[in-house]
């Protein structure tokens, strides 16, 4: 879907959510509900015999919207499947002239009244304070409104919900005071009860900072408070222009099944982070950091390069570009990581993967298994996509300096795809022989014929179906599609016949119910004769 409207132009935060994310308050399917659900798919189906409208809009996707942080001050709630306005509020008021949304987080998964989470400052000034505001994400009806004294620099979700249903953000300001929104008794018991648990970072040109939060109970309530845990200082010269944190996605499945019966597991730290740094001295540099500890678990260093131009990391793969000044040339590096070398099947194998309890905190180090590309465009961003369970394969998407988004299939560029000719159990898997240069087809355009301009950022979300991804890129227009990195392998075609499953599946059920008449008279035969 497409957008160009002044209005949405460079947004702050996109907040992509459906139905199916919500969770339906205290209701229980009835009989009643599914003899409706089954009128309405009946009647879907008869109306291309008595020439009613043919074109739908699933429910999920009637239900589906992408929430806007406009510079404006403005929440925009655009419909997934048309791309038309729901509802627009603004969060100005007589305390706050010219507010400047930074984020927008879902706290409460209630269907009723599914609750957002807005971070943002007063004005466009650098030193200006912070304020909050929670809003209903289905009327855009603003439900609370608050500035604040100081500047809000980091935040964090908690993954776990307090007694309201809500995921409290726990945020930092300049001064090291911690905050807990929606601020309640129920959101400061959930952070006392993780008190030294949960870590902010805060990330300059030169060093990143972790803090951990601590929680003290006395007579008058919950007092939060930061304490400095790691310092992580850039090399000389060099200045740390991109991170990013391991996203909070499932993982299904804990290792890389290889020939001759060996498996290789996963590096699945959640608390991973990489850093994309250039030094002075034409150097690009990539580390990957503990998040708990501060430490460099691996390093990565780029000679007579420059203009690294984007980082994305999930799970257990990294992907980074950067412009080699030697050979003068657009280069782009894929990695997987794992834990330790190869390993046999056993039993114990066997549990880890399933479990996915993998200890990387018993071995600090992580196996780098990169393989580096030549592109013949330039890239400008990238991203991983996500799933909701796990499941699907997690495909790059590099966006193009000509303003097209790609999807590449992972076999193209994981460490697995041989050097030399693949084995009949390589080309089974659909690997390829290694070639240099990135494999860019005009079939692998997200964007198709479209071209995006002056773009700023690549995010992506799960949908509702494990087989889907929905990337959204914001800059000058606002674009976004859903991607399948591993097709549809859960959904039905758009051809398929459901008049045939219908009349096979009554036709089954009265051969059934006729062979039973049938055995039940023959066993009455056979106990007369």
């Given at each position: 879907?497409?957008?160009?409207?002044?209005?949405?132009?460079?947004?702050?935060?996109?907040?992509?959510?459906?139905d199916?994310?919500?969770?339906?308050?205290?209701?229980?399917?009835?009989?009643?509900?599914?003899?409706?659900?089954?009128?309405?798919?009946?009647?879907?189906?008869?109306?291309?015999?008595?020439?009613?409208?043919?074109?739908?809009?699933?429910?999920?996707?009637?239900?589906?919207?992408?929430l806007?942080?406009?510079?404006?001050?403005?929440i925009?709630?655009?419909?997934?499947?048309?791309?038309?306005?729901?509802?627009?509020?603004?969060l100005?008021?007589?305390?706050?002239?010219?507010?400047?949304?930074?984020?927008?987080?879902?706290?409460?998964?209630?269907?009723?009244?599914?609750?957002?989470?807005?971070?943002?400052?007063?004005?466009?000034?650098?030193?200006?304070?912070s304020?909050?505001?929670?809003?209903?994400?289905?009327?855009?009806?603003?439900?609370?409104?608050?500035?604040?004294?100081?500047?809000?620099?980091?935040?964090?979700?908690?993954p776990?919900?307090?007694?309201?249903?809500?995921?409290p953000?726990?945020?930092?300001?300049?001064?090291?005071?911690?905050?807990?929104?929606?601020?309640?008794?129920?959101?400061?018991?959930?952070?006392?009860?993780?008190?030294?648990?949960?870590?902010?970072?805060?990330?300059?040109?030169?060093?990143?900072q972790?803090?951990?939060?601590?929680?003290?109970?006395?007579?008058?309530?919950?007092?939060?408070?930061?304490?400095?845990?790691?310092?992580?200082?850039?090399?000389?010269?060099?200045?740390?222009?991109?991170?990013?944190?391991?996203?909070?996605?499932?993982v299904?499945?804990?290792?890389?099944?290889?020939?001759?019966?060996r498996?290789?597991?996963?590096?699945?730290?959640?608390?991973?982070?990489?850093?994309?740094?250039?030094?002075?001295?034409?150097?690009?540099?990539?580390?990957?950091?503990?998040?708990?500890?501060?430490s460099?678990?691996?390093?990565?260093?780029?000679?007579e390069?420059?203009?690294?131009?984007c980082?994305?990391?999930?799970?257990?793969?990294?992907?980074?570009?950067?412009?080699?000044?030697?050979?003068?040339?657009?280069?782009?590096?894929?990695?997987?990581?794992?834990?330790?070398?190869?390993?046999?099947?056993?039993?114990?194998?066997?549990?880890?993967?399933?479990?996915?309890?993998?200890?990387?905190?018993?071995?600090?180090?992580?196996?780098?298994?990169?393989?580096?590309?030549?592109?013949?465009?330039?890239?400008?961003?990238?991203?991983?996509?996500?799933?909701?369970?796990?499941i699907?394969?997690?495909n790059?998407?590099?966006?193009?300096?000509?303003?097209?988004l790609v999807?590449?299939?992972?076999?193209?560029?994981e460490?697995?795809?041989?050097?030399?000719?693949?084995?009949?159990?390589?080309?089974?898997?659909?690997?390829?022989?290694?070639?240099?240069?990135?494999?860019?087809?005009?079939t692998?355009?997200?964007?198709?014929?479209?071209?995006?301009?002056?773009t700023?950022?690549?995010?992506?979300?799960?949908?509702?179906?494990?087989?889907?991804?929905l990337?959204?890129?914001?800059?000058?227009?606002?674009?976004?599609?859903?991607?399948?990195?591993?097709?549809?392998?859960?959904?039905?075609?758009?051809?398929?016949?459901?008049?045939?499953?219908?009349?096979?599946?009554?036709?089954?059920?009265?051969?059934?119910?006729?062979?039973?008449?049938?055995?039940?008279?023959?066993?009455?035969?056979?106990?007369?004769?």
């Amino acid at each position: 879907r497409w957008s160009r409207e002044e209005g949405l132009a460079y947004p702050n935060d996109i907040l992509a959510f459906h139905d199916e994310d919500l969770l339906l308050p205290h209701h229980t399917p009835t009989v009643w509900d599914s003899f409706v659900a089954l009128g309405g798919w009946a009647a879907q189906y008869a109306e291309p015999f008595i020439g009613g409208p043919q074109h739908h809009m699933s429910h999920v996707d009637a239900n589906a919207l992408i929430l806007v942080a406009s510079t404006t001050g403005y929440i925009f709630a655009l419909e997934r499947q048309t791309g038309n306005v729901r509802w627009a509020s603004s969060l100005g008021d007589s305390k706050i002239a010219f507010p400047v949304p930074r984020k927008l987080i879902l706290t409460r998964k209630l269907g009723s009244s599914p609750e957002v989470l807005v971070l943002g400052h007063a004005s466009a000034s650098p030193q200006a304070p912070s304020f909050v505001a929670t809003l209903n994400a289905r009327n855009g009806e603003i439900t609370s409104t608050s500035k604040l004294n100081s500047r809000l620099e980091v935040f964090e979700q908690l993954p776990l919900a307090d007694d309201s249903n809500r995921q409290p953000v726990v945020a930092m300001d300049s001064n090291m005071r911690v905050y807990v929104f929606p601020a309640s008794k129920g959101a400061e018991r959930l952070v006392s009860q993780n008190s030294g648990k949960i870590i902010l970072h805060r990330r300059s040109e030169s060093e990143m900072q972790a803090y951990a939060v601590d929680a003290v109970s006395s007579n008058n309530g919950i007092k939060l408070s930061s304490r400095p845990l790691w310092n992580y200082v850039a090399p000389q010269g060099a200045r740390i222009l991109k991170h990013a944190s391991m996203p909070a996605d499932p993982v299904a499945w804990a290792g890389i099944p290889l020939e001759a019966g060996r498996v290789l597991f996963k590096y699945i730290n959640p608390n991973a982070i990489a850093l994309l740094l250039e030094s002075q001295e034409s150097t690009v540099l990539m580390h990957i950091l503990d998040g708990a500890s501060g430490s460099v678990v691996h390093a990565v260093e780029h000679a007579e390069s420059e203009r690294p131009s984007c980082l994305a990391l999930s799970q257990s793969s990294v992907t980074y570009a950067f412009w080699n000044s030697r050979q003068h040339r657009q280069e782009v590096v894929f990695a997987d990581m794992a834990t330790d070398s190869p390993t046999s099947w056993s039993p114990i194998a066997v549990f880890k993967l399933l479990t996915g309890r993998i200890q990387y905190n018993e071995n600090p180090g992580v196996h780098f298994r990169p393989l580096t590309f030549v592109s013949n465009f330039g890239i400008s961003n990238c991203a991983m996509t996500r799933s909701k369970l796990g499941i699907t394969t997690q495909n790059p998407m590099y966006e193009l300096t000509g303003g097209q988004l790609v999807s590449l299939p992972r076999r193209y560029v994981e460490s697995l795809r041989p050097v030399g000719q693949p084995t009949a159990s390589e080309k089974e898997k659909g690997y390829e022989q290694y070639h240099p240069v990135l494999p860019i087809h005009p079939t692998q355009m997200v964007t198709y014929n479209q071209t995006l301009l002056d773009t700023k950022d690549i995010l992506t979300f799960p949908e509702h179906r494990e087989s889907g991804c929905l990337a959204v890129v914001t800059g000058l227009d606002l674009f976004w599609a859903q991607t399948s990195p591993a097709k549809h392998f859960d959904s039905l075609k758009h051809d398929f016949s459901k008049g045939a499953l219908l009349i096979a599946t009554v036709g089954l059920g009265f051969v059934n119910f006729a062979l039973k008449l049938f055995v039940d008279k023959a066993d009455l035969k056979a106990v007369w004769a």
